[in-house]
Every structure is written in structure tokens, then in C-alpha cells.
T-cell receptor, first 111, second 115 residues
């Protein structure tokens, strides 16, 4: 059974800090790993990673995948209060019909 | 706005009631999904539809009954639910099921409380 574990469960930082979120996974025939941000209700897509070692970047957010060690990290630099959210990691395996989600990391950015 | 609309946003029902959740996507996608998000648990996939055909049913109790009349609409019919079914129910869509299905577009969710 596919499995995704995220750490830490939650963290509190101050504006301007850098945050690193971790996602480790076990999946049969890995296809992709995705990061989502969930602020209130609807998770919104951040990144999709399929290849090892290639960093994806969007503004202050970046993510990288290590397919050998089966993990990904999501970095947020110069955090702002608007970055407060739950960050979800999900993997797509062989079946392709579904994503298996981790439990999420709750990030709170204080002014 | 993600292009996926869910109604109602909040629903309170008794264990003997029958109600339905509705989802509509305006993205021209071919696949639609129901996910359940409970407190302190990961998002759980319930059902997957591809071009109105159910392709995945993740061992969901029969008190949850999905319906997909066309590729833009998805319903979740609820009857004789239990208090532990209280959760946020998220609808999502993607261009296709399978390859390239990774990026899901989620609705705002329907917060269900079962008394």
C-alpha cells in the first residue's frame, strides 16, 4: 500500500524565516510527487515533481525530489503571514487513478 | 476560483436523513473525484469517475452513493450516516485519469456534520 509521511506535523515561525517541509514516501512504480497548499478549504496546486535533482521554483517557494532516497522537500524563504496554511504532499503511483496524500504540515507564520 | 464548485458548503444532518452533495466543474476535465478529509487524518480518496464511468471505489461504505450524470457534474448521495462520517468532503477534477492525472483542481469542500 502506498504511503506518504510528512514532517513536521506543525511549526510556528516569524515573518522572514525560512521553512523546510519534508515528505517521504513509499509507492509502487512512482510516477509523480505533488505539493498542495490548503489555506481554508480547497487545496491549491503548487508543484509536480517527476525527476530527481531538478528544483522547481515559484517565487519564494521551491521544491526538489530525491527518487533514490524517496523524499521531497518544500522550502519557503522570507515567509509571510499569507504563507500560513497546511501543506500537503501527495504521490501518484502505478495505478494512476489516485493520489495518496500525507497528513500535511501546518505552518503558522507570525508577524 | 478553481473552476470546481461544490454545494452546499455546510450541511448538518441527522443519522436518518437523506441528503446529497453536488459538485460541478467548468474546466472541461474528464475525471472527477470525491475525497474525504477528517480531522487529523490524511485526505482519503473515495471515488473516481472517468467520463462518467466509475473507475475506483475505495472500499467506501454503501451509505455513500456517488452519481456522475455527465463529465461536468458529480453527486454524493448520503443516507443513514454515522457521526464519524462528519468531515470535509472535497470534490476534485483532472484532465484525465491515469497519466497526467497528478494535478487535481479542488472545490472548496462541503463541511458535513452528522448528529
Amino acid at each position: 500500500e502506498d504511503k506518504v509521511v510528512q514532517s513536521p506535523l506543525s511549526l510556528v515561525v516569524h515573518e522572514g524565516d525560512t521553512v523546510t517541509l519534508n515528505c517521504s514516501y513509499e509507492v509502487t512504480n512512482f510516477r509523480s510527487l505533488l505539493w498542495y497548499k490548503q489555506e481554508k478549504k480547497a487545496p491549491t496546486f503548487l508543484f509536480m515533481l517527476t525527476s530527481s535533482g531538478i528544483e522547481k521554483k515559484s517565487g519564494r517557494l521551491s521544491s526538489i525530489l530525491d527518487k533514490k532516497e524517496l523524499f521531497s522537500i518544500l522550502n519557503i524563504t522570507a515567509t509571510q503571514t499569507g504563507d500560513s496554511a497546511i501543506y500537503l504532499c501527495a504521490v501518484e503511483g502505478a495505478a494512476g487513478n489516485k493520489l495518496t496524500f500525507g497528513g500535511g504540515t501546518r505552518v503558522l507564520v507570525k508577524p | 476560483e478553481t473552476g470546481v464548485t461544490q454545494t452546499p458548503r455546510h450541511l448538518v444532518m441527522g443519522m436518518t436523513n437523506k441528503k446529497s452533495l453536488k459538485c460541478e466543474q467548468h474546466l472541461g476535465h474528464n475525471a472527477m473525484y470525491w475525497y474525504k478529509q477528517s480531522a487529523k487524518k490524511p485526505l482519503e480518496l473515495m471515488f473516481v469517475y472517468s467520463l462518467e464511468e466509475r473507475v475506483e471505489n475505495n472500499s467506501v461504505p454503501s451509505r455513500f452513493s456517488p452519481e456522475c450524470p455527465n463529465s461536468s457534474h458529480l453527486f454524493l448521495h448520503l443516507h443513514t450516516l454515522q457521526p464519524e462520517d462528519s468531515a470535509l468532503y472535497l470534490c476534485a477534477s483532472s484532465q484525465e485519469v491515469g497519466q497526467g492525472a497528478g494535478e487535481l483542481f479542488f472545490g472548496e469542500g462541503s463541511r458535513l456534520t452528522v448528529l
